[in-house]
């Protein structure tokens, strides 16, 4: 595992200083931007509309945008003429060689398995060889998307991530093994994080029915429409693949979703309760879901069940503690059992600014506006624009006769909150009964 994370590393340096070290031509900047962008059409648009003699300027990002969208001969031409300008280019000898042992031809690799002086290349060690001997196309291609795993960090900034180089590589494994779908589904997912969404569900498509990634793939092309689309088309087609794929638990779950991010929440609550007749492994966070409709659709009585439902499946869940204890102390009861909860919520979740929010707000309803004010202030820290945060620490600050600051953070949570946080009204009042006083 270290020599693939060494082989990884190197790799991703080695593909970034080989992008940045093109000359900065016309030809170059337009089509850079277009890599840069992910629009990988537009680069090789840019490849076919440029001179000869601006060639040398753009060749690897054409290299890599053709291998991306599998246009093989055209990567095999632009490889081929990377070779000859230079013949240590990396990229250019992995397509040439996977290009090459699809055709069944393992002369390509043995010619260029060594670097200087007689040296194996690692990686190609690594990607194509096993106790000497040539491995099979299925195994290069797992070998391909083990380096995309390795290379991934799902801690990393987006803006850290070169999304080329993993789908350089993912597309290679497909290229190795076209029945590959764990590789196919992780390409649709990249290409998901890019926002290319029309390119991911043509890449979802490719896996079949029969296979064990097919609802995954389903479900994402659900997600992408609903990130493109007006409601009642999103309704539709979601609803499509829930009946085309037999009501499947997965996809039917995310057409609740939808209507409950929607606000849609009574036709969400019939299919959260059809969900919950199933006995699904996920049973406490479907009651959990579907409390929160209840909540939001003002059934309090119901949504305090299913989430005391939830709490008796999973005890220690802190989104469910959070949300069953906010609601309680909202309505000014059972104080002390909620700041209990809340504190245990706050500890298995510290990150969360929803869950220090709550619990600040249960040292305000305790009258410990000091331990409130301070929980607060780093809720505010946390998210600077939060509304509610906002006017929660705006009423912390007035029981402190802190009142200029309270209506300066008022005034802010006014400003900045949405119509669906459902307080500029309260805090109108609030500000009407100051200046009256």
């Not at 969208?69 to 490889?79: M, Q, T």
């Not at 002369?107 to 690692?122: I, Q």
């Not at 409601?231 to 609740?256: H, P, Q, R």
């Not at 006769?401 to 802010?412: L, P």
């Amino acid at each position: 595992m270290l020599k693939i994370a060494k082989i990884s590393i190197f790799l991703l340096s080695f593909f970034l200083s080989s992008v940045i070290s093109a000359s900065e031509s016309a030809s170059y900047l337009i089509s850079q931007t277009a890599f840069n962008n992910y629009d990988y059409n537009q680069v090789l648009s840019e490849y076919k509309n440029a001179s000869k003699e601006n060639f040398k300027d753009d060749y690897l990002d054409e290299l890599i945008s053709a291998v991306i969208i599998e246009d093989i001969k055209l990567a095999e031409n632009i490889s081929k003429k990377i070779l000859l300008i230079d013949s240590n280019n990396q990229e250019a000898k992995l397509v040439s060689v996977v290009i090459a042992l699809n055709n069944g031809n393992t002369t390509e690799l043995k010619d260029l398995r060594f670097v200087e002086n007689n040296t194996k290349n690692d990686l190609f060690e690594f990607l194509f060889f096993l106790n000497d001997k040539i491995k099979k196309n299925n195994d290069v291609s797992k070998s391909f998307l083990e380096i995309v795993r390795s290379s991934y960090s799902k801690n990393t900034n987006d803006s850290y991530q070169n999304y080329s180089f993993l789908l350089f590589y993912t597309t290679l494994s497909i290229i190795m093994d076209n029945k590959n779908y764990e590789a196919i589904l992780i390409k649709g997912q990249l290409l998901q994080m890019i926002n290319d969404y029309f390119f991911a569900e043509a890449t979802y498509l490719k896996i079949p029915a029969s296979n064990d990634y097919f609802i995954d793939a389903q479900r994402n092309i659900a997600f992408n429409y609903s990130e493109e689309n007006g409601f009642d088309d999103v309704e539709n087609k979601i609803t499509t693949i829930v009946k085309k794929n037999n009501d499947d638990y997965e996809l039917k779950k995310l057409l609740a979703d939808f209507y409950r991010i929607e606000k849609k929440y009574n036709i969400a609550i019939e299919i959260y309760s059809e969900l919950i007749d199933t006995k699904p492994n996920d049973l406490w966070y479907t009651y959990y879901l579907r409390g929160i409709c209840y909540e939001q659709s003002d059934n309090w009585e119901k949504a305090e069940l299913d989430f005391l439902q939830s709490l008796k499946i999973k005890r220690n869940s802190p989104n469910v503690l959070n949300y069953l204890a906010y609601g309680w102390i909202e309505r000014d009861i059972k104080i002390d059992e909620s700041f209990v909860m809340l504190t245990d919520a706050y500890n298995a979740n510290p990150d969360s600014h929803y869950i220090l929010d709550s619990l600040a707000w249960a040292y305000f309803k305790k009258k410990d506006f000091v331990k409130a004010a301070e929980l607060m202030e780093k809720v505010i820290d946390m998210v600077p624009g939060e509304a509610i945060s906002l006017d929660h620490l705006g009423d912390i600050y007035f029981e402190m006769n802190r009142k200029r600051e309270a209506i300066y953070f008022w005034r802010q949570a006014k400003d900045l909150a949405k119509p669906e946080d459902e307080i500029i009204s309260k805090i109108e009042s609030k500000l009407r009964d100051y200046n009256a006083s």
